[in-house]
């Protein structure tokens, strides 16, 4: 495997034949099956060794039927799923009896709720709070789906809980098109220097219009960069999301442009070595 082969941290799979996906009614462009041998083929082309599989929302009385669909696939070797982060309900009186479930499950190494189509004060209730402070007895990690206004929250969440470790989910979802840099800057600035938290650079393919170009990107995915330092970054494809920017094989090779002039040494951490310390995969 070449040097600087990917664990690709945010893959998301659809199959409407296993499992509900409310949200899909409103999403057109991905209004379809998103399955792991068409996600391995243009995975393989492009350098990608081994993935992480992301909850995809799923109608909530079939979280766990998601985790063992994705157990069954991995089973297969089809393609190396290297773990599962898994969707959780933390605001949830049942959510330690979860994570006791999660236990016998060793393939889940992580888990998000999508935070950005939640009210705010989700995640400031107590029970939300005391929960994800759980999570640092069974060390699993929780990823962080925010809007770029949300940044204050992630760092009220992250201060909560500083014996767990958070994942910022797509750099926390620029508005790159619009051009919103100056708060998304300060808010990715603060954020990092809370040393419970990581950052993902994922998404941004998908947020930068139609005719984004490298230099577009450039900047923002920089500022995460110097922000978090190659220590605390880990890379995600997004897809099938990615395909509303080109699709996979364009953000890979839009990665690959944007980090030529790191050191061997950052480049490995930012496409694997990084990720699999967060996850311990």
């Given at each position: ?105 060793p393939l889940v190494k992580g888990i ?170």
């Amino acid at each position: 495997m070449q040097a600087d082969a990917i664990l690709d941290t945010h893959l998301h799979l659809v199959d409407r034949t296993r499992l509900d996906y409310p949200w899909l009614k409103s999403a057109l462009p991905l209004r379809r099956d998103w399955l792991l041998e068409d996600y391995a083929t243009q995975a393989r082309q492009v350098g990608i060794g081994s993935a992480l599989f992301m909850e995809v929302d799923v109608a909530e009385p079939r979280i766990e039927d998601e985790i063992t669909w994705v157990e069954e696939l991995a089973a297969t070797g089809s393609f190396p799923i290297a773990g599962i982060i898994a969707s959780g309900r933390p605001e949830a009186d049942d959510f330690p009896a979860y994570l006791d479930r999660l236990a016998d499950r060793p393939l889940v190494k992580g888990i998000r709720r999508v935070l950005h189509v939640m009210p705010d004060e989700l995640s400031q209730t107590a029970a939300f709070r005391d929960n994800i402070a759980r999570m640092a007895g069974p060390d699993l990690p929780f990823d962080i789906c925010v809007l770029a206004r949300q940044l204050p929250l992630a760092m009220d969440l992250a201060d909560s809980a500083p014996n767990v470790r958070f994942v910022l989910d797509h750099c926390g979802v620029p508005d790159i098109a619009g051009g919103a840099w100056e708060d998304w800057a300060q808010n990715i600035r603060d954020l990092s220097r809370r040393p419970n938290v990581w950052c993902k650079v994922s998404g941004v393919v998908a947020y930068g219009g139609p005719a984004w170009t490298l230099n577009d990107l450039g900047r923002w995915v920089d500022l995460v960069a110097d922000s978090f330092g190659p220590d605390r970054l880990c890379w995600g494809g997004d897809w099938p999301v990615c395909t509303l920017g080109g699709g996979l094989p364009t953000w890979v090779a839009a990665t690959r442009a944007l980090v030529a002039g790191w050191s061997a040494d950052d480049r490995a951490r930012l496409y694997a070595g990084t990720a699999r310390e967060i996850w311990r995969v």
